[in-house]
C-alpha cells in the first residue's frame, strides 16, 4: 500500500547534447512509505530509468500491431522511491507550424495526441507485477485508476505486459513494451 508524502519536485529527465534519447517531464512525489513487505523497493531491479525498445500489441487472431510504428521514442522511469513515469512516441512525429508550446492547429493537435501516450503516479510491486496509480495521463479516462503490468527484469532489458487484453482502436489486444537500461 502506498501512503502520500510531502509535497512534489519537478524535475527534468533527459540527456543534453542532442542524444537521442527524448527529453521529458517526470513529477516526481517524494518522499513516499511503504509498508513493511515494499519496503526493498528502493533495491528492485526495475527502479530506474529505461530507454523505449519495443511497443506491439497481439490481436486475437495473433495479429501484431505497432501503434506507434515500428521505432518509437521515450522511455520509463521508477524512482526508489515508489513513482513512475512513462512517456512513449511514434518515430518521426511531424514539428508544428509554430513554436508556441500550448498552440499548434486542430489537426497538429489531434496528431499529436494520437501518436504519444503518457502516464505516471505511485506504484508497488506485489507477486511479480507493479500496480500503478496513475494520478496523470494523456488519456484522460486513466486518471485515477489503477493498473497492473506484469514485468520481467533480464540483465539491462524490462518487459512490461498487460496482464489481460486492452481495447485498442475497436478491439481486445494483449500489450507489451520492451526497455532498455540507460
Do not use: C
Not at 512509505?33 to 487472431?61: D, Q
Not at 501503434?67 to 512516441?89: C, K
Request: charge should be negative; glycine fraction near 12%.
Amino acid at each position: 500500500m502506498v501512503m502520500p508524502g510531502s509535497a512534489g519536485k519537478l524535475l527534468a529527465a533527459g540527456r543534453a547534447g542532442g542524444d537521442t534519447v527524448p527529453h521529458f517531464l517526470l513529477l516526481v512525489a517524494a518522499p513516499l512509505a511503504f509498508e513493511k513487505e515494499n519496503a526493498s523497493v528502493a533495491e528492485h531491479p526495475i527502479v530506474g530509468a529505461w530507454r523505449l525498445v519495443s511497443f506491439a500489441f497481439t490481436g486475437e487472431a495473433a495479429e501484431v500491431m505497432y501503434p506507434l510504428g515500428e521505432s518509437p521514442g521515450g522511455g520509463v522511469i521508477f524512482t526508489a522511491d515508489g513513482y513512475m513515469n512513462l512517456s512513449f512516441m511514434a518515430g518521426g512525429r511531424p514539428a508544428f507550424s509554430a513554436d508556441d508550446i500550448l498552440g499548434g492547429t486542430p489537426e497538429e493537435l489531434a496528431a499529436a495526441a494520437g501518436s504519444f501516450v503518457a502516464f505516471g503516479g505511485p506504484y508497488r510491486i506485489e507477486d511479480g507485477a507493479v500496480f500503478i496509480d496513475v494520478k496523470h495521463s494523456l488519456h484522460p479516462n486513466w486518471t485515477g485508476q489503477a493498473h497492473k503490468r506484469l514485468f520481467q527484469v533480464s540483465d539491462n532489458r524490462l518487459s512490461l505486459r498487460t496482464p489481460e487484453p486492452i481495447l485498442l482502436q475497436g478491439k481486445r489486444h494483449s500489450g507489451e513494451a520492451t526497455f532498455e537500461r540507460l
